[in-house]
Structures are given as structure tokens and as C-alpha cells.
């Protein structure tokens, strides 16, 4: 990526600098004295002396005198070279300017109020400073660019991997809460552990695949949903009441997070079923323009800390994920009444234009 980034800037870099040059270079043909129409190259010559030291001074900071020193913390050195030269070119831009000087383009006598020559020379060095001091700007602008580029690129790539380990880690945790239900349909009713693992086979086709997208359509996801609550009605007893309800376009296209919703309905049957109480779970998906909202309430009947299945993995990678792929863009609310009789969970998700 960055790479690309460096390579799509290259051009545009270079067509500026020719520009910018190009303006320099024909900005001395102002100066120019024309004798019958004709430009006296000698007399251009010898102005093209101050772009051409400008352009000196200013490559020699750009390629060399700024990487070498001032992105390496050098920043003493770099003034004292930049000083050295900075004299250096001064004093061989004023020899060219007396060398090339030919009398018979002298100009006019000086005019009362004329400036001293000394301070065109002290304009050209100001100018100087000047073009060393935008060389650096440029040069350091750039890198702060691409610094830039490579530490976004840097947290994309650390934001994937961590959202792929959480996608390795939810697939054998949701199909150990799977099994573990099959299991414990096979102790007293084989014919209903026989269909479950059937819609076992359908869940798990949707894990495997789509789960590797990072986004997929809601209907897909809702499909997915109605086929894992259909296993696990197999398992609920008379004394568990179930309703759902989903508002939502039957071919929604609407982009979400796989599994995203899951780990909350895990957990409403984990903890919102008694075998011995009447219980009940209420679950309710919708969508509008704005946003995707999943709300479920159940009984609440929380496990023992010896029960493993209670220990709340699946919720910390929602949050997780939530974190990475919607930042600042959802809201989630969750607890217990008053009484703790009850637990809802509200999330709900803004819809990416």
C-alpha cells in the first residue's frame, strides 16, 4: 500500500516541480534587455545564475542535507552545513555576476533614491534562506505523508488480523454451544438430535463461508439466525415461551457483520431458559434507513460459575468487533431489571452510506 500510495504521488511530485522551475527559470527574461527585438542571451545567462542557485540549494536540502541530518535528529549539523553553503553559493553567485558583467550593457547612470547594490545581493541571500527553508517544508511534508499512509495502512492490517482471530475464535465457540445442546438431545429424545444435527449441517455452511466476509447482506445473516433458533426451539421444553419478530426486507441487501448477533441470542438462551421455571425469550431485529436494531429480552436465570457455557466469551468478541468495525457508530445497552428477573439487550448499528 504504501508503495502505491508513493508511486500514484510520483508523478503529480515531478509535474509540480517542472512547473515550478519553469516559472524560475523564465522569469529572468523580464530583466532582459532587448536591442531590434532580440533577446541578449549573454545578459539572461548571466541572471539564470540565481533560479540555478536556487534550484542548487534547494535539491541539496531535498536528496541530501534533510535526510542526512534533519530525519536523524541532527538539526545542529544541519543549520551549520546549511550556513556553509549558504555562503558558499552567495559568494560564488556574486564572482559569476561580476564576470559575466559587460560594460556595453551597462545601465543607465543610477537615478537619486536607486537602492545600493548590496542589498539586491542581501535580497538574493534572503531568497536563499528562503528556498532552503521551503525545501525542508516539502521534504518533511512528504515523509509526514507517507508516515501517515504507512501507520493507517499498519492499523488496517492490525484491525484485519485481529478481526480474523475473532472470527477463528467465535466458529468453535458457537459450534460448542451447538454441541453441546445436541448432546444433550441425544439423552432423551435421539429422533429431535437426528434434526438438529441436520440444521447443524446449514448453520455450519454459513460459518464456514460467509463468516470470511467482512460485511454480508442482513437477509443472509437473518436467514441464519431463523435456522439457529429453529434448532434450538428442538431442545425448549413447554415451559418456554419463544416469540420473534423481524422487520426487515425480504432481499435486504443492507451490509452487517456476520454473526454479529448471534452471541446475544447464545447468551438469551443460555441464561434466559429453566428447566424447572417458566421461562421466555422475545426476540426482535429491524431495520429503516438509519439504522439495523436487535433487541431481546429474556427470563433471567444466570449460570453457576461451574457451568463453562456461561462464561460470556462470545459477548467480549462482539464488543471487540463492534469496536474495530462500527467505531462511534453503535450503541449497546444491556443488564438486568430491577428485580433481575428480566435481561434485554439493545444493539443497534448505523447503516454505512
Known amino acids: ?210 463468516n470470511q466476509q467482512m460485511y454480508v447482506p442482513l437477509c443472509k445473516e437473518v436467514d441464519f439466525i431463523r435456522n439457529y433458533i429453529e434448532l434450538m426451539r428442538i431442545r425448549l421444553s413447554a415451559n418456554v415461551q419463544m416469540t420473534t419478530q423481524f422487520e426487515i426486507q425480504p432481499d435486504s441487501q443492507t451490509l452487517i457483520a456476520p454473526l454479529i448477533f448471534i452471541s446475544l441470542i447464545e447468551n438469551a438462551f443460555k441464561h434466559g431458559i429453566s428447566s424447572t421455571e417458566p421461562s421466555f425469550i422475545s426476540i426482535h431485529i429491524s431495520e429503516n434507513d438509519k439504522e439495523v436494531v436487535c433487541e431481546i429480552r429474556n427470563s433471567n436465570h444466570p449460570k453457576t460459575v461451574e457451568d463453562k457455557s456461561g462464561s460470556g466469551v462470545g459477548l467480549e468478541q462482539v464488543s471487540r468487533r463492534l469496536e474495530i468495525l462500527y467505531p462511534g457508530a453503535y450503541t449497546w445497552s444491556k443488564g438486568s431489571s430491577e428485580d433481575e428477573s428480566v435481561y434485554e439487550s439493545r444493539l443497534s448499528i448505523k447503516i454505512k452510506e
Not at 484485519?160 to 439423552?187: D, G, S, V
Request: glycine share 4%; with cysteine.
Open 1 to 210: 500500500m504504501k508503495q502505491t500510495f508513493t508511486s500514484a504521488r510520483r508523478p503529480l511530485e515531478i509535474l509540480i516541480h517542472i512547473i515550478g522551475w519553469g516559472i524560475m527559470f523564465g522569469f529572468p527574461f523580464f530583466f532582459v534587455e532587448r536591442g531590434n527585438g532580440n533577446i541578449n542571451w549573454m545578459a539572461y545567462i548571466r541572471h539564470l545564475a540565481v533560479p540555478l542557485s536556487f534550484m542548487i540549494v534547494f535539491y541539496a536540502n531535498y536528496f541530501f542535507l534533510v535526510p542526512r541530518y534533519l530525519f536523524q535528529s541532527q538539526a545542529k549539523r544541519y543549520v551549520i552545513y546549511n550556513i556553509i553553503f549558504l555562503c558558499v553559493i552567495g559568494l560564488l553567485l556574486h564572482l559569476w555576476q561580476s564576470l559575466t558583467f559587460d560594460p556595453s550593457f551597462a545601465p543607465r547612470p543610477k537615478r537619486p533614491g536607486m537602492p545600493p547594490g548590496w542589498l539586491f545581493f542581501l535580497r538574493d541571500m534572503l531568497s536563499l534562506v528562503f528556498t532552503i527553508g521551503l525545501s525542508a517544508a516539502i521534504r518533511m511534508s512528504a515523509r509526514w505523508t507517507q508516515n501517515e499512509a504507512a501507520r493507517k495502512e499498519a492499523e488496517r492490517n492490525r484491525a484485519e488480523a485481529e478481526l480474523k482471530n475473532l472470527r477463528n475464535q467465535l466458529n468453535p465457540h458457537f459450534l460448542l454451544n451447538t454441541l453441546n445442546n445436541i448432546y444433550a438431545l441425544i439423552a432423551f429424545d435421539s429422533d429431535k438430535a437426528q434434526e438438529a444435527v441436520q440444521e447443524l449441517s446449514k448453520l455450519l455452511r454459513y460459518v464456514l463461508y460467509d
